[in-house]
C-alpha cells in the first residue's frame, strides 16, 4: 500500500510541473517601469505598461486603477478606449496610445500633473484566457512653491526694509529660469534675477533694490529695499519660472512715515520763497534811492541765494522721492540758472569785466553746461539697455555722443577764455572757428543721437533731424543778403529771424518727443528740450544781431528771480504735500513744471530782445507825443481849423502825430541807410 501511495504522489509532482511548464509558456507577461517616476508639475508623463508580443483584440481588456485611492483613472474595452468610464478627475487628462495597443503598448499619457497625482497606479491586462498586472508609482512631482511674508512691512521713509521670498522647489536655484520682483502699483518691474545674473532695476528703483546673493543657492530670494520713500507704499509680487510650472507670492509696503528729509524739503522751499521776496524788495528799495553799491550787492544776492537754496531742495528731494532724470536735470538748472539772470540783470554794466564779452558768454556758457549734463542722463539711460543693441550702433551712437561732448567742451573752454582773457591771438581764433561750427552742428547731431539711441530712427525722422543743419548754416548769409542786396528794414531782418527760428525750434522739440516717445518721462524731456532750445536761440540771436539791450530790465529781474521761483517752490511743496497725504506723487515728473515755467521766461526775455527797437521807438513816442506841436501851437490851431488840402506841411504834421510808426520807419530807414554807407566806406 505504501509502495502504491509513493507511485502516484510522484507522478502527480510530474503533471503539475507540466502543467506549470505549460501555462508559462502559453502565458504573458506585463511589464513597467524599472524604478519610481519624478515627474515636473504642469508636465505630462507616460505611465509604461506593456507585454513583450502583441495579444489578440478579441477579447482584450486594459484597466488603469488608482490604488491608493481606488478610483479609475481610465479603460480599455471592445476594440475601444472607454472614457465614459474614467474618473471625473481624470476626464481629458488621461489618454490612451490607441494606435500602439495592438502591437501591446498599453502605456498611459497623464497631461497636466498635479500634487495630487502622486501615487500608486496598476495597470491590468485581460484576456479570454489570462490576466496579469504592473505597478506604477509616482513618487514625486516636483513642485514650485514661493512663500512670502506673512505681515504688513512697515518702515520709515529713509530706512531700509526686506521683502520676503523664499522658493522652494526641488529644482536646483541654478536651473530656475527667473525670479523677478514687480511693483503691482503700475506694473513696474523692479529686479529681475534670470541666468544666474540680476539685471537691471526701473530706474526709480535703481542703486535701491538688490538680492541677498549669499542666500540665492538656498533658494533665498529676498528682496532689500532701501531708502524706503512714501511712493514705495503697495504691493509687490515676487514670481518665480521654472520649466513649465511657475508661482509666486506677495509683499506688502503699508503706509510709511515720514523722515527729517521731508521737513528739510519743506523749510528749504519756503526759505527760498521768503529771500526771493526779500531781497527782490530790499534791492528795488535801494535802486530808488539810488544807492548802487548796495542795490548790486542785493541784486547779486536775490540772483544766487534763493536758486542755491532750491538746488538743494531738489537735491534732498531727489533722495527721498525723486528719480535720476528728474533730480539730475532740475538741480543741474538751479545751479546754472543764475547766469541767464545775470545776463537780464539791471546793474550788469558795473560788473567787472568787459560787458560785451560777458553778455555774450554768460547764456552760451550756460546752454553749453546745462547741454553736457542733460546729453550725459540720455546716454545714461541709453547705455542701460543697449545689450538689446546691435554692436556697430552702439559704437555709432557712443561716437556721436562724444563729437557733442566734445564740442561742448571746446565751447566752454573757449567761453571761459573770453571772460578770464579777452585778448586776440592764434589760439582764440581756432577756438572761436571750432565752437561756431560745433554749434551749428550740435542740434542736428542731438537729433540724430536720439533717434539711433532710443529705436526712434527712420529715413523721414532722419532727414528731419538734418534739415535744421542747412537752416542753421544759412543764417550768416540770409542777414547779409537782407541788408545789402534786399535793403531790408531792421524790423523785416527780426521778423525774418523769428519765423526761422520757430520754424526750427518746433522741428527740434516735435523730434524730441518722437525720439523719446517710448520713455516713461518722455514729457519731462520734451520740457526740458523746449528750455534748451530757447537758450539755443538767444546764443544764435545775440551771435546774429551782434549787441543787444534788453528793455524792461527791472520787470524782467523781478519775474526771474522772484516769480519763478515762487512758482516751483510752490509746486515741489505741493508735490510733497500730495505725497504726504494720499502717498503717490501727483505731477510724477517735476520738470514739467519747472522747465515749462523756465522756459515760459525765457522766451518773454528772447521777445523782448527781438522786438526792442519797437519797444524803444513807442517808449520815445509815447514820452514826447506833443513835442512838436508845442513847439508851433499856432500851426496845430491853423490844422485843426483847416479842412482843405492847400496846406500840406499841416497836413503832413497832423499826419505824423495821428500816425505813430511813421517815425519809426523813418528811423529804420536811416538806420539802414548807415548801415549801407557803412558797408561802401569798408
Known amino acids: 500500500m505504501l509502495c502504491v501511495i509513493l507511485y502516484l504522489n510522484m507522478h502527480l509532482n510530474k503533471c503539475l510541473f507540466v502543467a506549470a511548464l505549460f501555462m508559462i509558456c502559453d502565458g504573458f507577461l506585463v511589464k513597467g517601469p524599472s524604478s519610481p517616476l519624478v515627474v515636473p508639475m504642469g508636465s505630462s508623463v507616460v505611465l509604461p505598461c506593456y507585454v513583450d508580443e502583441a495579444l489578440p483584440l478579441k477579447g482584450l481588456k486594459v484597466i488603469w486603477i488608482r490604488t491608493d485611492l481606488n478610483t479609475l483613472v481610465h479603460v480599455y474595452q471592445d476594440y475601444e478606449s472607454r472614457p465614459d468610464a474614467q474618473y471625473q478627475d481624470y476626464h481629458h487628462r488621461a489618454h490612451f496610445f490607441t494606435d500602439k495597443i495592438k502591437l501591446g503598448n498599453f502605456s498611459l499619457r497623464l497631461e497636466n500633473v498635479r500634487t495630487g497625482d502622486k501615487g500608486f497606479y496598476r495597470c491590468k491586462v485581460y484576456t479570454e484566457q489570462e490576466t496579469d498586472e504592473t505597478l506604477v508609482q509616482i513618487k514625486e512631482v516636483e513642485h514650485l512653491s514661493v512663500s512670502g511674508a506673512d505681515h504688513l512691512v512697515s518702515a520709515s521713509v529713509g530706512e531700509d526694509v526686506t521683502l ?304 535744421p543743419l542747412f537752416l542753421t548754416l544759412t543764417r550768416y548769409n540770409w542777414k547779409d543778403a537782407c541788408v545789402e542786396r534786399l535793403e531790408c528794414l531792421r524790423s523785416v531782418r527780426r521778423v525774418a529771424w523769428i519765423s526761422f527760428m520757430i520754424v526750427v525750434n518746433t522741428i527740434m522739440v516735435y523730434s524730441y518727443l518722437i525720439a523719446l516717445k517710448k520713455e516713461k518721462d518722455c514729457e519731462g524731456w520734451v520740457c526740458v528740450a523746449a528750455f534748451l532750445q530757447v537758450l539755443w536761440g538767444i546764443v544764435v540771436l545775440k551771435h546774429s544781431f551782434g549787441d543787444l539791450d534788453l528793455p524792461f530790465r527791472h520787470i524782467v529781474h523781478i519775474i526771474g528771480s522772484v516769480v519763478v521761483v515762487l512758482v516751483n517752490s510752490f509746486a515741489l511743496m505741493t508735490e510733497l504735500f500730495l505725497k504726504m497725504v494720499n502717498g503717490e506723487r501727483a505731477m510724477k515728473d517735476l520738470r514739467k513744471v519747472v522747465f515749462s515755467s523756465e522756459c515760459i521766461f525765457a522766451s518773454f526775455v528772447l521777445l523782448l530782445i527781438i522786438f526792442e527797437p519797437f519797444i524803444k521807438k513807442v517808449q520815445q513816442h509815447f514820452q514826447n507825443p506833443v513835442s512838436r506841436s508845442q513847439q508851433n501851437p499856432s500851426s496845430q490851431n491853423e490844422a485843426m481849423s483847416d479842412d482843405t488840402p492847400h496846406n500840406p506841411s499841416n497836413q503832413n504834421q497832423n499826419a505824423a502825430q495821428s500816425f505813430e510808426l511813421r517815425p519809426m520807419l523813418e528811423t529804420e530807414e536811416q538806420e539802414v541807410g548807415g548801415d549801407r554807407d557803412g558797408g561802401d566806406a569798408a
Not at 538688490?210 to 529695499?225: A, C, H, Q, V, Y
Not at 572761436?432 to 539711441?453: K, N, R, W
Request: hydrophobic share 50%; with cysteine; proline share 3%.
Open 164 to 467: 520676503n521670498c523664499s522658493v522652494d522647489s526641488h529644482i536646483p536655484p541654478e536651473h530656475i529660469q527667473q525670479v523677478s520682483w514687480r511693483k503691482m502699483d503700475g506694473n513696474i518691474m523692479i529686479l529681475v534675477f534670470e541666468k544666474n545674473k540680476t539685471l537691471p532695476a526701473d530706474e526709480r528703483y535703481r542703486d535701491r533694490v538688490e538680492f541677498f546673493t549669499d542666500e540665492i543657492p538656498k533658494g533665498n530670494f529676498s528682496l532689500r529695499l532701501k531708502s524706503v520713500r512714501t511712493e514705495d507704499q503697495g504691493v509687490y509680487m515676487c514670481h518665480a519660472n521654472a520649466g513649465n510650472f511657475s508661482a509666486n507670492a506677495t509683499a506688502e509696503v503699508e503706509q510709511l512715515g515720514y523722515s527729517a528729509l521731508h521737513s528739510i524739503v519743506f523749510i528749504l522751499c519756503v526759505i527760498a520763497s521768503a529771500s526771493a521776496l526779500l531781497l527782490t524788495t530790499l534791492w528795488y528799495k535801494m535802486h530808488r534811492l539810488q544807492k548802487t553799491n548796495a542795490a548790486l550787492l542785493l541784486q547779486i544776492s536775490s540772483v544766487f541765494v534763493p536758486n542755491l537754496i532750491m538746488f538743494f531742495a531738489f537735491w534732498f528731494w531727489g533722495v527721498i522721492e525723486g528719480f535720476l532724470s528728474e533730480t539730475v536735470a532740475c538741480c543741474a538748472h538751479y545751479i546754472l540758472r543764475p547766469l541767464l539772470l545775470l545776463w537780464v540783470s539791471p546793474h550788469s554794466e558795473h560788473f567787472p569785466g568787459n560787458r560785451k564779452t560777458a553778455i555774450h558768454c554768460i547764456v552760451h556758457l550756460q546752454y553749453s553746461l546745462f547741454t553736457n549734463v542733460v546729453y550725459s542722463v540720455l546716454f545714461q539711460s541709453f547705455w542701460e539697455k543697449s545689450l538689446s543693441y546691435e554692436q556697430s550702433d552702439r559704437v555709432l551712437i557712443t561716437i556721436l555722443f562724444a563729437i557733442m561732448i566734445l564740442i561742448c567742451i571746446t565751447n566752454i573752454v573757449f567761453l571761459l577764455a573770453e571772460l578770464i582773457r579777452n585778448k586776440d591771438g592764434r589760439m582764440r581764433a581756432v577756438l572761436d572757428l571750432v565752437s561756431d561750427i560745433g554749434h551749428d552742428v550740435l542740434p542736428p547731431l542731438q537729433l540724430i543721437f536720439l533717434f539711433y539711441a532710443f529705436g526712434a530712427a527712420s529715413g523721414a525722422l532722419f532727414v528731419v533731424g538734418v534739415f
